[in-house]
């Protein structure tokens, strides 16, 4: 008989990127291109925000298909721990939101949520969201964590 061991810390790592690329492409499509509220760099010319934000495109891309490569890889040897993906796809969604939010936003002033009056409620709804998944990624880590050592 042969047992597959479930890889909780791989399904953890492989979520997070998919997590952080899923993030990165919601921020991209929607408030890049749709809204077009901001580029990824918005303090010189309309070519150089254009050009970021392709640049924030493939470097999305690269991490949805590390992701997909790491979650599929896990998937066929039977190792996937979904709990434990759950966890990390939240841990890197709200990881890449608050980090946008704390450092690209406010720290290195590459562009804000909206240009407005007003950012704080911007500021706050977007890094409430990253902060909000990150405590649900907690709270799904712990539980995939004493459902393994229950095991």
Same mark, same amino acid.
């Given at each position: /008989? %042969?047992? @597959? @061991?479930?890889?909780?810390?791989? #399904? ?10 899923? /993030?990165? !492409? ?7 291109? +749709? ?9 010189? @010319?309309?070519?150089? #925000? &254009? /050009?970021?934000? =392709?640049?924030?495109?493939?470097? *999305? ?10 979650? &599929? @890889?896990? #998937? ?6 979904? /709990? $434990?993906?759950?966890? =990390?796809?939240?841990? =890197? ?11 690209? $936003? ?20 977007? %890094? =409430? ?5 990150? +405590?649900? !990624? ?8 004493? *459902?393994?050592?229950?095991?």
């Amino acid at each position: /008989m %042969n047992v @597959t @061991t479930v890889d909780a810390r791989g #399904s953890l790592i492989a979520a997070i990127f998919l997590g952080v690329g899923l /993030m990165a !492409a919601v921020d991209e499509i929607i408030f890049h291109q +749709v809204l077009a509220w901001h580029h990824f760099f918005d303090r010189s @010319t309309l070519a150089v #925000s &254009l /050009m970021s934000d =392709g640049l924030l495109h493939a470097a *999305e891309l690269l991490m949805l298909a590390a992701g997909f490569r790491l979650f &599929l @890889t896990l #998937s066929r040897r039977g190792a996937l721990s979904r /709990m $434990h993906a759950w966890a =990390g796809l939240c841990f =890197g969604a709200g990881g890449f939101q608050v980090f946008d939010g704390l450092v690209n $936003h406010k720290l290195l002033r590459l562009h804000q949520v909206r240009y407005v009056d007003q950012l704080w409620p911007y500021d706050l709804a977007w %890094n =409430g969201f990253g902060a909000l998944l990150l +405590v649900i !990624a907690y709270l799904i880590w712990q539980r995939a964590r004493r *459902e393994t050592i229950d095991q």
